[in-house]
């Protein structure tokens, strides 16, 4: 009794030996399959169409914009032009406010690791 359950899972263990023995060949098949579709398939050509004129006009006066009262400000848009500033135009050196904000996001990348021992 003991060797017919042996063999009987003998034969189980062989037939399912053989499934990765088929399955790999058909999955090489079917993936070349696929590359040959893929690249003997012929690439529809590209058609631009313009749904929207070159430049749309708005009716209405210019909108008044709400300028602070304080420091500067300019609003522009990108194909249209300026629609104004605000304020005095003097440059202002940023290289301060870079240089902290650098260092600022550096230490919060990688954090420097406390002391354990000694004294400060």
């Known amino acids: 009794m003991a060797a017919t359950v042996l063999q009987a899972s003998a034969r189980r263990s062989r037939r399912r030996s053989r499934w990765p023995a088929v399955a790999a060949p058909l999955a090489v098949v079917v993936a070349l399959g696929v590359a040959g579709r893929l690249v003997s398939e012929r ?6 169409e313009r749904l929207v004129g070159a430049s ?43 240089k902290v904000m650098t ?15 000694g004294s400060p």
């Open 56 to 98: 749309v006009t708005f009716g209405g006066p210019v909108p008044k914009l709400a300028w602070p009262a304080r420091g500067e400000a300019a609003v522009e848009i990108e194909g249209v032009g300026s629609l104004g500033t605000s304020g005095p135009s003097k440059p202002a050196p940023i290289a301060s406010v870079a």
């Open 43 to 48: 690439i529809p050509s590209l058609r631009i």
């Open 103 to 117: 260092a600022y996001l550096t230490l919060l990348i990688t954090p420097c690791l406390r002391a354990v021992t």
